[in-house]
């Protein structure tokens, strides 16, 4: 298998900062579809529902992440004081 450049560790902050430019951008095509209603169509709607739907899904994933991470660790700690 060969190496590319896409390959990186994963880390906590950069897990988050990705997190948060996806809600950025989407709360940005959030408030542009709400300041132009009179433009707006119902497949705009329905795609914004369908993104919103994502963001939450991904935020659940990194909660359940972090979760797991944490028994993790206080199971490790839990061992060596044994």
């Known amino acids: 298998m060969s190496s590319s450049s ?7 902050t950069s897990i ?12 940005s095509k959030i408030k542009k579809l709400a300041s132009n209603m009179s ?8 795609l914004l529902q369908f993104q919103m739907a994502q963001v939450a899904q991904v935020g659940d994933s990194i909660s359940n992440l972090i979760a797991k ?3 993790v660790i206080q ?8």
Do not use: D, R
């Open 69 to 71: 991470v944490n028994s």
């Open 39 to 46: 433009t707006a169509n119902p497949g705009a709607f329905i």
């Open 75 to 82: 199971n490790a700690v839990s061992q060596m004081s044994k």
């Open 16 to 27: 988050i900062q990705s997190y948060k430019k996806l809600q950025a951008n989407l709360s």
């Open 6 to 12: 896409n390959n990186c560790p994963l880390n906590f």
